[in-house]
């Protein structure tokens, strides 16, 4: 038999990994039948999914099923088999896993496998998808890696992001999270892991993500992997310009491991790690285990590291927590100065504790998925509302990197807290009707919007977001809001390329390359020229490197 594994990401550039197991699996088993794997993504058009599948000629086919691609993958199967009923339909994958009566109540899946995939699957190739139970899962944590590295998987990788395990399972049991539902922690060969390390890095991609839930759950094992990259970086063996994300759980970070972290090349790493809540009460009821004080002066170490980009996560609507403990969390999170916050929206998954247990906190939450929450007892859904009108703001002005300055000038000038200030701007962007609006247009109403309050200089407040526009965009252009027509401006771009001036090596060749941005800054005392150079970018921070000049020494060339 034909055999079709399936896997429907949720954006071009990720890649699988589930199927590619499975594939491996194939790989090393004796067997007549053919296995092939077909990725697509959930942007593209169910016809057309359906139609690549039929010309595949499978007859079974087998479903990677995730929160975000459940709905899409119950309407192609269900095509699939009206087109062909004798087709065999398997799933597979944590929204398989864990909802697996339920969807074996649908006539048009045939069999499910629970939990690990890769024996199962060898026991379907043996039996011909013979079995006695609908429901296919191993009672035993799979004792053969199954390396997914194959020659098939680098020449579909097209350079997406990539993805590595060097270990399953948690060591932690959240209330909300799958990963520590059913298994402890086992970690795969070190070799075998470093083998891995070397080929991704050089398989076209330009990160490598860590999928270890709890990557630095072993002190000894992080160091050899952290110092390994590093080492292979420096030798030539890992390309320069490679990310590799890990996440972690910040307050298992010893001084060792900070010690090194200071060392490792900027841009190199980028840590993710979960806060979820400061809510003490909240932590304990989501059997959440940290020390709170250690895993801040953690994360502010590695922020004041500089080489390091940070992105630490927030969750919305778990129990106890109430709309002024989350704005306040939030706070005290920003203070961190992390690169990214993702301010999350608890969903229930079916598997989870909390999902077993939401009776417990009056949860109410969307029946299908994301499963997100709608209210508990604590947080009701106009609250929630109102942290999702921030969480936009937050995307669009701290999280893009693109106004890091303009937030801290609004945050002194205005003296409100971090969530006020995001939140008032994004309830003015409702009342203003801007949906989905291109960066001049949220730009020009973040402008306005702030040009007039109390303590705000109009020309002060456009000379910093200029500042950040510069900065962070190669294109070099200001805005329509922020542009000041001055003649002046044309003397500095003609002496940029015709006289050497000493801010930046090769500064004349940049400029007439279009590699150099200026803007003239108004605001402080003398009037100043922002000069950044696009040559030289900061991976960490996502800015380029500037200098500000005297106006008065430019035009005096």
């Known amino acids: 038999m034909k055999i079709v594994l399936c896997s429907i990401n949720s954006k071009f550039i990720h890649s699988s990994?589930?199927?590619?197991?499975?594939?491996?699996?194939?790989?090393?088993?004796?067997?007549?039948?053919?296995?092939?794997?077909?990725?697509?993504?959930?942007?593209?058009?169910?016809?057309?999914?359906v139609a690549d599948l039929t010309r595949e000629k499978g007859e079974v086919i087998g479903f990677s099923?995730?929160?975000?691609?459940?709905?899409?993958?119950?309407?192609?199967?269900?095509t699939l088999k009206q087109i062909n009923p004798k087709l065999i339909i398997f799933l597979g994958g944590p929204q398989a896993s864990f909802d697996a009566c339920d969807l074996l109540k649908n006539e048009w899946v045939d069999l499910i496998i629970k939990g690990e995939g890769e024996q199962p699957f060898v026991q379907l190739l043996k039996s011909d998808f013979h079995t006695s139970s609908q429901i296919v899962e191993q009672d035993y944590n799979c004792k053969t890696y199954y390396n997914p590295y194959t020659p098939e998987y680098f020449a579909a990788l097209g350079g997406r992001i990539c993805y590595l395990e060097t270990s399953r399972g948690c060591p932690f049991s959240c209330a909300f999270c799958l990963s520590?539902?059913?298994?402890?922690?086992?970690?795969?060969?070190?070799?075998?892991?470093?083998?891995?390390?070397?080929?991704?890095?050089?398989?076209?991609?330009?990160?490598?993500?860590?999928?270890?839930?709890?990557?630095?759950?072993?002190?000894?094992?992080t160091l050899e992997i952290f110092i390994f990259i590093t080492e292979q970086r420096e030798k030539g063996e890992i390309p320069r310009g490679i990310v590799f994300h890990f996440e972690i759980e910040a307050d298992l970070l010893t001084k060792e491991i900070l010690?090194?972290?200071?060392?490792?090349?900027?841009?190199?790493?980028?840590?993710?790690?979960?806060?979820?809540?400061?809510?003490?009460?909240?932590?304990?009821a989501v059997n959440r285990r940290s020390d709170i004080n250690r895993l801040v002066g953690n994360l502010k170490a590695i922020v004041e590291m500089g080489n390091i980009h940070l992105h630490i996560d927030l969750i919305a609507g778990l129990p106890y927590e109430d709309y002024d403990s989350f704005t306040k969390g939030f706070d005290l999170a920003y203070k961190i100065r992390a690169n990214v916050i993702q301010l999350g929206f608890l969903k229930l998954l079916k598997g989870s504790t909390l999902e077993r247990e939401n009776a417990l906190y009056n949860y109410k939450y969307l029946q299908y998925p994301p499963y997100q929450v709608l209210s508990n007892d604590s947080i009701s859904y106009e609250d929630l509302l109102k942290l999702k009108t921030a969480e936009d703001v937050v995307e669009r002005l701290l999280n893009s990197g693109r106004f890091a300055k303009t937030i801290e000038f609004l945050l002194?000038?205005?003296?409100?807290?971090?969530?006020?200030?995001?939140?008032?701007?994004?309830?003015?962007?409702?009342?203003?009707?801007?949906?989905?609006?291109?960066?001049?247009?949220?730009?020009?109403?973040?402008?306005?919007?702030?040009?007039?309050?109390?303590?705000?200089?109009?020309?002060?407040?456009r000379d910093v977001i200029a500042y950040d526009r510069i900065t962070t965009d190669r294109g070099g252009k200001l805005f329509a809001c922020l542009h000041i027509n001055d003649e002046r401006l044309k003397h500095i771009s003609i002496a940029f390329k015709n006289v050497e001036l000493g801010i930046f090596q090769n500064q004349q060749e940049k400029a007439r390359q279009s590699k150099l941005g200026f803007c003239i800054i108004y605001s402080q005392g003398t009037e100043k020229v922002l000069v950044a150079d696009y040559t030289d970018y900061d991976s960490v921070k996502g800015i380029y490197a500037s200098k500000m000049i005297e106006l008065s020494e430019i035009l005096a060339e």
């Open 17 to 49: 990994l589930g199927v590619w197991y499975l594939y491996s699996a194939y790989k090393q088993t004796q067997t007549h039948h053919t296995v092939t794997v077909y990725e697509t993504t959930i942007n593209n058009q169910i016809e057309d999914i």
């Open 65 to 78: 099923c995730y929160i975000w691609n459940i709905e899409y993958v119950k309407k192609i199967a269900m």
């Open 180 to 221: 520590g539902a059913s298994e402890n922690v086992r970690f795969f060969d070190m070799d075998i892991s470093k083998q891995n390390i070397i080929a991704l890095a050089n398989s076209g991609t330009q990160t490598v993500k860590f999928v270890d839930r709890t990557f630095n759950c072993n002190v000894e094992r």
């Open 259 to 284: 010690d090194y972290l200071a060392t490792v090349p900027k841009g190199l790493f980028q840590f993710e790690a979960g806060l979820q809540s400061f809510n003490v009460k909240t932590l304990q």
């Open 412 to 461: 002194e000038k205005t003296a409100l807290a971090p969530y006020q200030l995001f939140f008032e701007f994004g309830e003015y962007v409702q009342r203003i009707g801007l949906h989905s609006p291109s960066l001049d247009t949220y730009t020009t109403a973040l402008f306005e919007y702030f040009k007039g309050r109390e303590g705000i200089e109009e020309r002060a407040l």
